[in-house]
């Protein structure tokens, strides 16, 4: 998993390789170490508890490998009895799941029932289209390419009303403005259009109409199945309205001031493009999958509409356009015809009725499940699915309960409950009444506690919350009401959210999801209290010790901003705020009001005991620190959003307070969500999405591009090397550097002033020079860089592009000594063309094609350098090592030709007796200017190779480099 973080040791510069590390306590590791230990695996549940079940006989209970199956032979609507299977840690049963089918089949044989049961729509069905489906198959046409298009031949007089259906396929990897089609006349270019984009991890259409743009609200599920379109208008009150699968998905009124006017005719329709001229000019193409065209000359009603969705024909309507009809052309030749299989979902009266209708299953003696549809409000008995595990441990804790109360259990039942009332699952007796005096109880029983929690009275705590968190609000409630309920809702949350010992938690897990379905209820309970949180107010704030809950609403506007929501009042830490952007971004598609609920959590203990919650990579180290583990190091903090009553996800921009190290540990912090559908939908940690901002000190900032439950995760290091190194390394880190400059500005200087006279060993000089002192200038700044993102970007690029065209130059000196001493075969002119192509043309390349590859992971989150934990920082390592092989060859030759020129010279000019010590002087007068191109020709980096081995060899390359600007001046 990409973190996106780097350790200091990891940056290859020198002054950057030991950067300043964030302190943190040492009892981290400890602390892991303890939660690792007290979150071993249980035991699964007794095969006692099991042998008890199965003794009883009760023709109404299934037990299966691994699901038990529960008739409830008593009848409820379809909502109370998806709410008691709930109840049960269960659902109902599932249409199209064989087992399901098998099970309810064997439970209505065994209990000769002959009434029907209900059943939910499977979720890989269309929601809107439940039963009694049928297949159809439609001639179709598919869109792959941004030049394709299909022009509609049909003649379109004035029109005072237009309605359009279209069944579309939509492309999921389309992410830019797409036209379904485009109407355009000779007088008005943008007559009617229906467009779409994706927004919010959504798709989003809007309507063109005469000109005008609609907002982007009607949304289309963003899947690969066919989906149902209509859009309607009438000039006389200026009614427009888009339809998806039956459903009116947004609608509205034009500008009453405005005249009204027809829809000119004689217009040309196209398929697949925006026309920016009549007829031409197309831009903005739908990528997909296009059939069942039709067009009216009225405007349909939504009756109508829901007839068409299942694939019926009004016949006493005329069309302008039928798709069985069609006539098309010209068809550009990228648009392919498709065979478009269709599930219509049954009839008109079927359609009419849906929203009221739900699934119900009837046992046939020949086996084969045979589903009819009921109003939801009816009663039937029903099947409940569980799994097996869950359902043993639930039986135990109730029956534990009954028998042997714990103290929390005796507290609630002086306050007139029992464990009955906590583990009802009658719902249809649920109501506010009694959930509120439950949660009052309750509440009552979690202060006057002085006792740990036992894991069987956390079982029951999360029974009670889940039934209130489902507990719908009431014209009958005012928001006092609300605020009381939600009060002891937050109390209760609170009390198991603080449980010290990470062990309970695991005991019980075959029946609750672990800490986070805690806030996961107090999501829940937000939703579905806001609108009477938000009766007469604007803000309502509910706390607890450790938890703040605020539900907050706005108008929006062209200025709209929200204020950050902050979980501790001194200092503003740990604050969480909407990006401006995007609030400007809903006004501008017409919402009018916005609400946020905000939450935040100082304590959950626990939550990351268990390594597979928390799978991401270690960061690379250079071998000066030993990766240990990863550990939730923050409070959680979420945001949910709501522009007009519908959910929306907008980006966030988030800031929460973590630990720091001290000197044996180092934390490396990472931005984080928590997925409730990784990990088989029992939730984990995730990072899409998610990059660091900015971290100093024991704060880090963080941007996600969604909005759920956040917090900070912390990779744990083990530091190798002492703070006195580390502290000595990054001072010579520093004086080197400006040595190194220093030096390198001084050669400059001299090049200019004294009139060197031009030849190409100066001008490749020159060039090295200008590349190395602008490398060493922004290696400096790039600390000073760090704490700002844009900055730290650029400087990040430039870098790279500086470093790399340091060694090019390197490499060009390497190649320079070669023609001058070894061979050579290129005159002067040809030499310096090639030599300004290697120095300054190849990096830009090179960076260019890395930041066009690689954009979004191209820099590190922590440091001003390339992203260590991808394939990135190759653009730079690639190229490096390359330059010092190549130089390593030309110096040993080099030095193989001086030397054996100087042996030569020896033996000609001194007597036999004198030749071997004269030779031995000439050897080291020709040599020694080579050896002082070491630096010259970067091979002093080949220590940085080797860093990691030992601190003697860190503190050699940090030496070493910092005589470069020196022997630039030597030359």
């Not at 100087?902 to 050897?923: F, I, Q, Y």
């Amino acid at each position: 998993m990409d973190t996106r973080s780097q350790s200091a040791g990891d940056h290859p510069m020198a002054n950057s390789t030991y950067v300043k590390m964030f302190a943190a306590l040492f009892g981290v590791i400890l602390a892991n170490a303890v939660i690792m230990g007290t979150c071993e695996p249980t035991q699964s549940w007794s095969d006692r508890a099991e042998r008890d079940i199965l003794d009883v006989p009760d023709s109404n209970l299934l037990l299966q490998n691994d699901a038990v199956y529960l008739l409830v032979n008593t009848s409820f609507s379809f909502k109370q009895a998806s709410h008691y299977c709930h109840g049960q840690t269960g659902a109902l049963t599932t249409s199209g799941v064989k087992e399901d089918e098998e099970g309810a089949q064997q439970l209505l044989l065994r209990s000769n029932l002959k009434s029907p049961v209900w059943f939910r729509t499977s979720r890989s069905q269309n929601p809107t289209a439940r039963l009694s489906q049928h297949k159809t198959v439609f001639p179709g046409l598919s869109f792959k390419s941004k030049d394709g298009y299909a022009r509609v031949n049909a003649s379109f007089p004035s029109l005072s009303a237009v309605s359009i259906c279209v069944r579309v396929q939509w492309d999921p990897r389309d992410e830019n403005v797409s036209t379904v089609f485009s109407y355009a006349t000779r007088s008005v270019i943008n007559e009617f259009q229906l467009r779409g984009k994706h927004a919010d991890r959504k798709l989003r259409l809007a309507l063109v109409i005469q000109g005008q743009h609609h907002p982007y609200k009607a949304e289309l599920p963003i899947d690969e199945d066919w989906h149902h379109v209509c859009v309607t208008w009438r000039s006389k009150d200026r009614f427009w309205a888009i339809y998806v699968d039956g459903r009116t998905g947004d609608s509205g009124h034009g500008n009453a001031r405005e005249k009204a006017k027809d829809i000119y005719g004689d217009g040309i329709f196209i398929l697949g493009q925006d026309q920016d001229t009549f007829g031409g000019t197309f831009t903005e193409p739908f990528f997909g999958n296009l059939t069942d065209l039709n067009i009216w000359g009225e405007a349909l009603e939504l009756k109508q509409v829901q007839a068409l969705n299942t694939c019926s024909e009004l016949t006493n309507h005329r069309a302008l356009f039928r798709w069985r009809d069609r006539s098309l052309s010209p068809v550009h030749h990228s648009v392919q015809n498709v065979s478009a299989t269709l599930n219509c979902p049954g009839s008109l009266k079927t359609a009419q009725r849906r929203e009221e209708e739900c699934e119900v299953f009837n046992g046939r003696p020949d086996g084969q499940p045979q589903y009819n549809l009921a109003v939801c409000t009816h009663t039937f008995p029903f099947i409940c699915r569980s799994n097996k595990e869950h359902y043993l441990k639930m039986k135990e804790l109730r029956e534990s309960l009954r028998s042997n109360p714990s103290h929390f259990m005796q507290d609630l039942m002086q306050f007139g409950m029992t464990a009955d009332d906590v583990f009802s699952d009658a719902v249809d007796g649920q109501s506010w009444s009694s959930v509120s005096r439950l949660l009052n109880a309750s509440e009552r029983a979690v202060l006057k506690e002085h006792e740990p929690l036992e894991d069987r009275d956390m079982v029951s705590l999360m029974h009670v919350l889940s039934r209130a968190a489902d507990l719908p609000s009431t014209a009958n409630q005012s928001r006092r009401d609300a605020e009381r309920l939600g009060q002891s809702f937050i109390t209760i949350a609170d009390s198991l959210l603080s449980q010290q010992e990470a062990s309970k938690w695991h005991s019980i897990k075959e029946v609750v999801k672990g800490p986070m379905s805690v806030i996961q209820t107090v999501d829940r309970m937000l939703n579905n209290l806001n609108s009477l949180l938000m009766d007469d107010t604007d803000s309502v704030q509910i706390h607890s010790h450790n938890i703040k809950v605020q539900v907050q609403q706005q108008l929006l506007s062209d200025a709209s901003h929200t204020p950050p929501f902050c979980g501790s009042d001194a200092g503003h830490r740990d604050c969480i705020s909407v990006a401006a952007k995007n609030m400007k971004e809903l006004h501008n598609n017409d919402f009018r009001k916005v609400t946020l609920l905000n939450t935040w959590y100082s304590s959950v203990n626990c939550l990351s005991e268990r390594e597979e919650n928390i799978s991401l990579s270690p960061i690379v180290s250079d071998g000066s620190q030993r990766y240990v583990g990863t550990v939730l190091g923050s409070s959680v903090i979420s945001s949910s959003v709501l522009a007009d009553g519908l959910p929306v996800s907008v980006a966030i921009h988030f800031t929460l307070q973590h630990r720091v190290q001290n000197s044996t540990v180092k934390l490396i912090p990472v931005c984080a969500f928590w997925d409730f559908d990784l990990m088989l939908e029992r939730g984990g940690w995730s990072t899409k999405g998610c990059a660091v901002i900015s971290s100093q000190n024991n704060f880090t900032s963080c941007y996600c591009n969604h909005t759920t439950n956040f917090a900070l995760l912390l990779q744990i290091y083990e530091v190798q090397r002492s703070v006195e190194h580390e502290t000595a390394l990054q001072i010579l880190s520093l004086i080197g550097s400006g040595v190194s400059l220093c030096g390198l500005l001084f050669t400059l200087i001299l090049f200019v002033a004294v009139g060197v006279p031009k030849s190409d060993r100066t001008t490749v000089h020159k060039n090295l020079i200008a590349a190395l002192t602008v490398a060493q200038f922004l290696l400096i700044f790039s600390d000073w860089a760090a704490g700002n993102q844009e900055a730290c970007w650029v400087v990040t690029a430039l870098l790279h592009l500086f470093f790399l065209s340091s060694f090019c130059w390197m490499l060009v000196e390497g190649l320079l000594l070669w023609s001058k001493v070894v061979s050579v075969n290129i005159s002067e002119e040809r030499r310096m063309k090639l030599y300004y192509v290697l120095g300054w043309g190849l990096p830009v390349v090179i960076v260019a094609v890395t930041l066009v590859a690689t954009l979004d992971q191209y820099r590190a989150q922590q440091y001003c350098w390339l992203n260590l934990q991808s394939n990135v920082i190759w653009a730079f390592a690639g190229p490096v090592l390359f330059v010092l092989a190549v130089n390593a060859v030309v110096l040993f030759r080099v030095v193989m030709v001086t030397v054996a020129s100087a042996r030569r010279r020896a033996k000609m000019l001194t007597p036999s007796s004198d030749s071997k010590l004269h030779m031995l002087d000439l050897t080291w007068a020709a040599t020694r200017p080579v050896l002082i191109l070491l630096p010259v020709l970067g091979l002093t980096w080949l220590c940085g190779v080797l860093v990691h081995l030992s601190d003697v060899v860190a503190y050699l390359f940090i030496t070493l480099n910092a005589f470069q600007g020196q022997s630039m001046q030597s030359l």
